[in-house]
Nanobody, 123 residues
């Protein structure tokens, strides 16, 4: 079992930055691929980024890759999402998720989820 707790969300103006954190319980955090997803109002949850055990990364689009950076600190059992140049369309609830095995952009591949943290970007 892995328990995930996100933090770092909030209200920010367009062009600003936020860093989301996801703290994981358990001793086997380093064994998990970690992902970030987001869900905007009235929309389905979508993949943002993921990072493998060996810190290989994947992003949903090149545009996001240029603004967002996923990283992990296995010593702290934490995965981060640094978000720069935020846009109003980035407004969403951001979720952290964990799975064993290779990186996936499919939410159903992830077994463990946090409760989400709200990010609101004002124009």
């Amino acid at each position: 079992q892995v328990q995930l707790v996100e933090s770092g969300g909030g209200l920010v103006q367009a062009g600003g930055s936020l860093r989301l954190s996801c703290a994981a319980s358990g001793r086997t955090f380093s064994s998990y691929t970690m992902g970030w997803f987001r869900q905007a109002p009235g929309k389905e949850r979508e993949f943002v980024a993921a990072i493998s055990r060996s810190s290989g990364t994947a992003y949903s689009t090149d545009s996001l890759k240029g603004r967002f950076t996923i990283s992990r600190d296995n010593a702290k059992n934490t995965v981060y999402l640094q978000m720069n140049s935020l846009k109003p369309e980035d407004t969403a609830v951001y979720y952290c998720a964990a799975k064993l095995g290779i990186i996936s952009s499919t939410e159903f591949a992830y077994n463990y989820w946090g409760q989400g943290t709200q990010v609101t970007v004002s124009s």
